[in-house]
């Protein structure tokens, strides 16, 4: 059984930074796509990022661009996510997902098209 485990979250003041990282046990070597999402209490789950380790192929949010990176390590079934330039409203739970299909521009970020998901890191961000 595929399981993901997230690690990184914390509580930082608005302008700093946190990295999360998401380890796949149980799951293929090859070409897989893993994204981070997260859900703020009373609103609904939203893509933050995603990669295709295939070919490096990476997604964000336009909330995000230029503050967040994704990428993944050299096993393929690690990813992470650098969160630089935090503000206030990225306050969230943040969730790895992963599935083996390609997923592109127009679906990265849509929550069903993953198979696998973690238990959640807490990310807290406070003015």
């Known amino acids: 059984q595929v399981q993901l485990v997230e690690s990184g979250g914390g509580s930082v003041q608005a302008g700093g930074s946190l990295r999360l990282s998401c380890t796949a046990s149980?799951?293929?070597?090859?070409?897989?796509?893993m994204a981070w999402f997260r859900q703020a209490p009373g609103k609904e789950r939203e893509g933050v990022a995603a990669?295709?380790?295939?070919?490096?192929?990476?997604y964000y949010a336009d909330s995000v661009k230029g503050r967040f990176t994704i990428n993944a390590g050299s096993s393929k079934n690690t990813v992470y996510l650098q969160m630089n330039a935090l503000k206030p409203e990225d306050t969230a739970m943040y969730y790895c997902a992963a599935t083996t299909s390609r997923l592109r521009s127009g679906n990265w970020g849509v929550g069903p098209e993953y198979h696998y998901w973690g238990q959640g890191t807490q990310v807290t961000v406070s003015s």
């Open positions: 990669i295709y380790t295939g070919v490096g192929s990476v």
């Open positions: 149980r799951f293929t070597d090859g070409s897989k796509t």
